[in-house]
């Protein structure tokens, strides 16, 4: 399962590293240490706090969550695998994104919820990037 540090987190949620530890101490995601003593969110919980905050905002004055060339990183939220297609669900700050490709390219992706991804628009098509 993949973890994320406080700083990865508020670069997927598009906060400041100080507005996740604040949502981490007061418990809106649940973080576990490290063998280092580093905190950790667990990429699914990340995934459904993400969503949750996408949701009903986070009632904090924030920065517009903006793309560089059309990429959008986030965190994989769904996956829904059919016979031959997909469809793939990222959360990149306030944004959620869905892309539709073959089961084939999210296999050899090794895509899972929680983890992160970046959605590349172009045009009316999103072609996902596995970091």
Known sequence: MHSYTIGQAARLL???????????????????????????IDGRDLAAFSVELAGAGSGEEEAPYT?????????VTAIKLGDVAAQVEIQAGPHRLVSLLTREAVEELGLEVGMEATARVKSTNVHIDRA
């Open 67 to 75: 793309s560089a060339r059309n990429a959008f990183p986030g965190i």
């Open 14 to 40: 598009g906060v400041s590293p100080d507005t996740a530890r604040r949502w981490a101490d007061a418990g809106r995601v649940a973080t576990h240490r490290d063998e280092s003593g580093r905190r950790l």
